[in-house]
């Protein structure tokens, strides 16, 4: 199913579009957050071609590995340490265009070059846990990425929780 997820041509934009028609359908009618954020994790990486795609969940005051698409990846991360720890920190969408640079990034791959990550928030604003996204390529994301990776979290609802 995955190789039919890859969206060709067209700006990053018109994928992106295309991306959240594709998991509006996967996530209809599904409450199982685990599920859900499994297909939205695949839908990401092969549907854009990112290097990457995947959540950590806060449980018991750190991030802990979620599902995920891609190489194997950090079981936990620390609040305020890489950039998965950071945004969570900050609770804001944070757009790192060559983690070599970033201070106290956490290589988990040293084929990971670009990163974004993007907080996943309860109804009450609460930080749950984050969706982050790597690319192989330095500056692969941009504002378009934030505002459809953030969209995207919107579909997920109360199910990301």
């Known amino acids: 199913m995955t190789e039919n997820l890859k969206i060709s041509g067209g700006t990053k934009e018109q994928k992106y579009i295309s991306l959240l028609s594709q998991i509006k359908g996967l996530v209809a009618g599904e409450n199982d957050s685990v599920a859900n954020m499994a297909n939205v994790c695949a839908a990401i990486k092969y549907g854009m071609g990112y290097f990457w795609a995947g959540f950590y969940l806060v449980k018991g005051g750190e991030l802990v590995l979620g599902p995920f698409?891609?190489?194997?990846?950090?079981?936990?991360?620390?609040?305020?340490?890489?950039?998965?720890?950071?945004?969570?920190?900050?609770?804001?969408?944070?757009?790192?265009?060559?983690?070599?640079?970033?201070?106290?990034?956490?290589?988990?791959?040293?084929?990971?070059?670009?990163?974004?990550?993007?907080?996943?928030?309860?109804?009450?604003?609460?930080?749950?846990g984050v969706l982050d996204v790597d690319h192989d390529i330095p500056g692969a994301f941009d504002l378009t990425d934030r505002k459809y990776l953030e969209e995207i979290l919107g579909l997920l609802g109360d199910a990301s929780l």
Do not use: Y
Not at 84 to 95: A, V
Not at 96 to 106: A, K, M
Not at 112 to 126: A, L, N
């Open 69 to 128: 698409q891609g190489p194997v990846a950090c079981t936990r991360i620390r609040k305020g340490r890489g950039v998965c720890g950071k945004c969570w920190e900050k609770g804001e969408t944070m757009i790192v265009e060559d983690v070599t640079r970033f201070p106290g990034h956490i290589a988990c791959s040293s084929l990971s070059r670009s990163e974004i990550v993007v907080p996943m928030k309860d109804k009450t604003g609460k930080i749950t």
